[in-house]
């Protein structure tokens, strides 16, 4: 799996959100009452020592190029964790992970608001569509802090997705997960500290496990992104939500009702109609770059 080729590009992007999935699960079997910032710093950390050995791929000459919206990131990548970890000790993980799956309808949303973007047809359909989908998921009913918290994941999520374009261009990958992860040491450690808990070596299992498969999801996407076009392959990536009820039925004895089958429809489908048009229109731009060359 190179991620050469289209049929490449989907395995390691079915591959990546499985290992995403079981990131969640580690989280998900946390003891109730478990030290969130201190889970969270003890990730951060484990993270950083797993990039230690790709060292090399990092520019050390222009180290901290792009400090300030590096640091920006960080942050709220920070934020995106706790709440991460909050959602999923409360909701079923299917739940969860489908309102994660909301944070390209914010994407729209936000690009909107904050970066004078325009909505198309479609565009504006995916919209309402994933608000109402999130709605019917949650019912008025079920909406509490913790479910707040898993549409909290999805804006941090869509915020640092709007804010890539800003990034360096020349730094790797490597390069802006090491900062991304170095820089938001002192603000987790701090929460830590904060938070006055004892130390659980206990921990240590579950934040290797969650950070070794996370890094694991984004070296995947890395290589599937790589070399062959987001719109032709990107609809992979919401297999992530099937793997989350297989996990979260086999794991936890979690069974989606219909609500949650509605309301996850309301969210993907709409995105992927956008996925499938992006994906016809590249391939006419290439048939006719073809025929004129």
Not at 156 to 183: C, D, E, R
Request: aromatic share 10%.
């Amino acid at each position: 799996m190179s991620g050469r080729t289209v049929n490449s590009a989907i395995l390691l992007l079915i591959l990546g959100n499985a290992m995403a999935l079981v990131s969640d699960v580690f989280i998900k079997l946390l003891d109730p009452g478990t030290p969130v910032f201190q889970f969270v710093f003890l990730r951060c950390v484990i993270t950083l020592l797993l990039l230690l050995p790709l060292w090399r791929q990092i520019d050390r000459g222009h180290f901290f190029e792009g400090l300030g919206i590096h640091t920006v990131r960080a942050h709220i990548h920070l934020v995106g964790i706790v709440c991460m970890v909050l959602a999923l000790g409360a909701l079923p993980l299917a739940t969860a992970n489908a309102i994660f799956y909301a944070a390209p309808v914010l994407v729209m949303v936000f690009s909107v608001l904050f970066f004078r973007g325009r909505l198309d047809g479609r565009s504006l359909f995916a919209v309402v569509s994933g608000f109402l989908g999130i709605v019917v998921i949650l019912r008025p009913v079920a909406v509490n802090w913790m479910a707040l918290s898993a549409l909290a994941v999805a804006a941090t999520l869509a915020v640092n997705a709007l804010l890539v374009p800003k990034l360096p261009s020349g730094q790797s990958m490597v390069h802006k997960l090491f900062l991304n992860y170095l820089l938001v040491l002192p603000a987790s450690g701090a929460l830590m500290l904060y938070e006055g808990a004892d130390w659980d070596p206990d921990l240590l299992f579950s934040a290797v496990g969650s950070a070794l498969f996370i890094l694991g999801y984004n070296m995947t996407i890395l290589l599937a992104y790589r070399q062959v076009e987001a719109s032709q392959v990107a609809s992979a990536e919401y297999t992530g939500l099937i793997w989350a009820v297989l996990f979260g039925w086999i794991g936890f004895g979690e069974t989606p009702d219909l609500w949650f089958a509605a309301g996850s429809a309301m969210i993907v489908v709409p995105l992927l109609l956008i996925g499938l048009r992006q994906r016809r229109v590249g391939r006419a731009r290439g048939s006719l770059a073809g025929e004129s060359g």
